[in-house]
């Protein structure tokens, strides 16, 4: 399995920025499907974006033209960079991967590494 380490995670204020990291220990990361899930108390996870082997990326609506991923293959790291910012965007964020290669189709049982993850909160 691959080890998967979240960081850059913090408390902002509506309409801020933050980019989150993710680090991979396996070098052959590169072909797999990374993404980022979310998770806010009581609500179900969600996944908020993925990124494929050959960079394709896919978004959840509720993300979409605010939030990028983006991966270095050269580091084995999986970016999210975080736009515009509001308070349904708090949660605890997660790095995933998975050997399957229909990323965009992908769902969180599909995924069988996940980092511990890191906590957003952004203040209204």
């Known amino acids: 399995q691959v080890q998967l380490v979240e960081s850059g995670g913090g408390s902002v204020q509506a309409g801020g920025s933050l980019t989150l990291s993710c680090a991979a220990s396996?070098?052959?990361?590169?072909?797999?499907?990374m993404a980022w899930f979310r998770q806010a108390p009581g609500k179900e996870r969600e996944r908020v974006a993925v990124i494929s082997g050959d960079g394709g990326t896919t978004y959840a609506d509720s993300v979409k033209d605010r939030f990028t991923i983006s991966k270095d293959n050269a580091k084995k790291m999986v970016f999210l960079q975080m736009n515009s910012l509001n308070a349904e965007d708090t949660g605890m964020y997660y790095c995933?991967?998975?050997?399957?290669?229909?990323?965009?189709?992908?769902?969180?049982?599909?995924?069988?590494?996940w980092g511990q993850g890191t906590q957003v909160t952004v203040a209204s």
């Open positions: 995933a991967a998975s050997y399957l290669r229909n990323c965009r189709d992908l769902v969180g049982g599909d995924f069988d590494s």
């Open positions: 396996e070098d052959t990361y590169s072909r797999y499907c």
